[in-house]
């Protein structure tokens, strides 16, 4: 039977041994993190997203158990299992028993959501699956400042933090991290300054701030911070420093990064040398920019073979991704990756 089949035997947890090892002697698996695009439907209908942009091409799609089965191999070789990829991941009535098949792979299991679906029972179901971190997307620290964010109201997204936090302290679920997810744009910086204030009030426990890196059309560069734009930088930089102080006072997780116009380019914030992404059908690409669920031709599509055909183990081994990979790292990256600015982010 092919590696990633539903065999019980090959569907075997990591033994007790070789747990004790991984935590005392501090054994790395070789990829860092599975990001898995469990489902690319959402709710939402946010100004930047390629769901909102290019929605008459959009496939709309929920990976099906026995594809996330497949990714078997991967999970045994992988810390941690990112579910979440163009969509709102909990919309797929599969996703807790995908947690649940990865925390039996010896992962730690994270995911990001918009916070809409968030009720009572969710919550409850949440803290009990052994997800560790949770993080609710953001755009802004309120009503106005979260615009762009359509069709997810501030307020809603307040309310399913507050639940969940509730719940959590109830269930004494002391290893659920609440995280905000906070896309930084570039007219929409003062905003950012609100979170230190948001994440106390609420109760949460970091923030991981981004920039728009996907690029919906010409329109949207100026809110996108492109390695050569110093001075832009810099106004950005000395105000998330000082967020950043204010969090740390406050005991606060609080991270961020900006393109370094310095930076040689040969690495990635994605961090595709030990990191990939997979696809709703089960295809394997470097990062979720690359592999957009849509119809017809994109230029930009990168996808080494499908988990449920190949073992999907050899395909990231293979000749093909690995040349990607190398390529980044020697400085002549493969097109996709020329103009994106994650390549000058550390």
Known sequence: MRPGSNSGEELRPPGVWESIRELLLGVRRPLDCIQVEVTSRCPGRCLYCPHTTMRERWLSRDMDMET?????????????????????????PFF???????????????????GLLMDETLAEKLVESGVDILAFSLAGTDEAGNASRRGVDFERVCRAVSLLQRIRKSRMG??????????????????????????????????????LDYLPGPEWRKEAFAPEESEKISRASDILEAVQAEARRLGLGFHWTLPDPGAPGTTCRENIARSLFVGGDG???PCVYVNLPISGEDSNRRVFGNAKDQDPVALWEGNDFRRFRERLAGGDPDEPCRTCAKRFES
């Open 174 to 211: 002391v290893h659920l991290e609440i995280h905000f997810a906070y896309l930084m744009l570039a007219s929409n910086l003062e905003a950012v300054k609100g979170l230190p204030r948001l994440m106390e009030e609420l109760g949460v426990h970091a923030s991981v701030i981004s920039t």
């Open 283 to 285: 295809s394997l690409s």
């Open 96 to 114: 807790f028993d995908m947690a649940a098949l990865a925390r039996k792979a010896g992962c730690a299991v994270s995911t990001t959501t918009c």
């Open 68 to 92: 996330f089965r497949h990714l078997w191999p991967l999970m045994r070789r992988s810390a941690r299992v990112h579910l979440q990829g163009w969509g709102e991941p909990l919309l797929n």
